[in-house]
Structure formats: C-alpha cells, structure tokens
C-alpha cells in the first residue's frame, strides 16, 4: 500500500464539504470518501492486509478522519437545511399593508386625447359628432363636392384608388373628411350643425408635416340665415376654449371648390404673438385650415335648395392641433407605435 497523506485527504474533504451547495451535493461528496466503494472505507478494509505496527497507526489515522468528515458533513447539512428553511420563509412572507402589483395598463393616444377635446366643445356649442365611411365613392369625394372632373386632386399621385370592378363606380379612400356633408344633407333636414372627425389618406410623400394618413375634423353649419360672421365667431369661441386663451384669426381669400367664398383662416404665430419669427415665416400668422361658405352646388348635391338654405363649412387638421398642443414637430411620431413618444402623454 502507498503512503496515503491523511492531511492532504482531510483538507481536501473539508473543503468539498464546504463547498456544497445542496444536500444532494453533499452525499455525493459524503460517499465518494465514506460510502461502500468510498477512499476511507477502502482504507480501512485494507488494514488487515498489514502489518501489525502499520495497521495500528494507519487504523487510528483513517478513523480520525472518518468522525472528522462525519462532522463537517453533519454541519454542512444543518447549515444547507437552514438556508433553504429561510429562503422559503421569505417566499411566503406577505406583507398585506404593501399596496399590490398594479397591471400596466395602456392610456389614450395624444390624438384622442385631442380629438375628444375638439368633439367636447363642439357639441356644447350644440354641433353632433358625426362619422362617415373610409372608403369612398368617386362621387361623394369629388363630384358632390363641385370638383371638376380635372382637378389634379383628383390625380392617381393625390389619391389611393381601389381596384375598379367592370361597371361598379370607382372607390378610392377618402381624401378628405367633406364627403360626410353631402351625406348628411342627403338623410338629415336643416337646420343642423355638425362636425366630422376622422381619418383621411393621401397618395404622397410624407416628412415632418406629410403623412399619407392623417386626422381632419370636418364642420359643417346649415342654416335660414347663415354668414360669414357666424363662421368667424364659431372658430374664435372654438379656438379660445381649446387654447384656453384668446387667439386672434383671420381670413384670407383662398380658393377651393366647395365653398365660395372661400377662406384660409390663419391664427396669429403662437411663438412671437404677431411680431414674426421663423416658425410663422416673419408674417406673424400661422395658417389653421381652409373654410368658407357651402358651395350652391354642394348643397344641390345634397339635396337642398341653395335660395333656402346657407352656411358654411371647414376642414382642420386634428394632427395640427395635436401638435400645436404638445409641441410635437414631426406628423410621423403619431403613427409608428413608438413607445418612448406616447408613453409622455
Ligand atoms: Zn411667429
């Protein structure tokens, strides 16, 4: 038999001991130097094969270290089971003063926010929400609405045109939200006011201010005795209780073929109040939407009778508002989902 190092053995042992994580470890550990096939056992089985003087010392030596690992690993193993007796006491410890885990729940759009806001102070200035179909007729689109059947609004680069079926009319998504007015006449008898919020598409390029999706809230008054001052005052009482301030207007001769006459309504530039700056491009206006009084053939097209009835109508951009609102500089960040952005609102 070899010498056997008893020292370099017990070092040994008692560091494995150590060192075990789990009780299952540990008998593993235990084993290889005590089980039936382990070194110590061994040992000790050998003894018989020596000699008298070597037997003794070596049988006391193998046996002092037998009780030694017997002890480390009966330490080990209270330790092991006390560890794992803590850990799961504190997996139940509960602590019911603690508030619980809300669920994260999502929140509104900035543009429902605005949209909600724009629709709260139309109807208490007594004008109904109304809605109207994204996939539109040629006619109720263009036609209806007095624009020429050569208007290049009307071009394949303005508007996204649906696969034409043999002898159906042409369908196209709508361009803009004023085919709801034509609807509206058509089922509703004046007097009546009411506005359109909703989605519209166009056919082009986007970048900061261009997106070929975008919000418009149509309005539309018709009355016995409607005129442009009704117009200027219902956007003024508009324009101050969303801003919550008083917002100087104007309106400027433009040309659009549903409305005539027709307006570009500017606000005065938020950013300078009028002196001009590089936002308002140093006229101290920033333009809002386009307005004017119903076309006579709008309301032909409706159904009503032009010597009878008047008023006016006007299309704003509700991601303008948005942005206005908030400060926000580019169209795009409404519409690509990006969660850095719309978690600020
Ligand atoms: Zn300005």
Same mark, same amino acid.
């Given at each position: 038999m070899e010498r056997i190092n008893f020292s370099l053995l017990r070092n040994k042992a008692e560091k494995e001991i150590k060192r075990a994580t789990d009780l299952e470890e540990l008998n593993v550990i235990f084993k290889k130097y005590l089980g039936k096939k382990g070194i110590i056992t061994q040992i000790l089985s050998s %003894? *018989?094969? %020596?000699p008298k003087e070597k037997r003794s010392k070596i049988g006391r030596q193998a046996n002092l270290l037998k009780s030694i690992i017997e002890k480390e690993k009966e330490k080990r193993e209270i330790a092991i089971k006390k560890q794992i007796e803590q850990e799961s006491e504190k997996d139940e410890?509960?602590? &019911?003063t603690l508030p619980a885990k809300r669920p994260e729940t999502g929140h509104l759009h900035p543009l429902t926010l605005v949209r909600r806001k724009v629709e709260k102070i139309f109807e208490s200035m007594g004008f109904c929400v109304v809605q109207g179909p994204h996939i539109e007729t040629e006619w109720y689109n263009f036609d209806a609405l007095n624009i020429? *059947?050569?208007?290049?609004?009307?071009d394949l680069w303005d508007t996204f045109w649906l696969d034409q079926k043999r002898n159906k009319e042409k369908l196209l998504l709508r361009t803009h939200t004023s085919p709801v007015q034509v609807r509206y006449m058509e089922k509703h008898n004046p007097p009546f006011r009411i506005i359109v919020p909703g989605r519209v598409f166009r056919h082009e390029a986007s970048d900061a201010s261009h997106d070929i999706q975008f919000y418009q809230v149509e309005g539309l008054m018709i009355d016995t005795d409607i005129s442009v001052t009704n117009f200027k005052g219902i956007i003024d009482q508009f324009l101050r209780k969303f801003f919550n301030r008083k917002i100087k207007t104007r309106l400027r001769p433009g040309y659009f073929?549903? &409305?005539?006459?027709?307006f570009e309504i500017d606000v005065q530039c938020f950013i300078c109040q009028g002196k001009g700056c590089s936002t308002c491009s140093q006229t101290g206006w920033v333009e809002l939407c386009p307005g004017g009084m119903v076309h006579p053939n709008v309301l032909k097209a409706g159904g009503l009778n032009p010597k009878n009835w008047q008023g006016f109508a006007f299309g704003m951009g509700l991601d303008r508002l948005a942005m206005m609102t908030y400060k926000i500089g580019d169209i795009r960040l409404f519409y690509n989902g990006d969660l850095r952005f719309l978690k600020q609102f």
């Open positions: %003894l *018989k094969n %020596l410890s509960i602590d &019911v020429p *059947k050569d208007h290049p609004a009307r073929p549903f &409305v005539e006459p027709g």
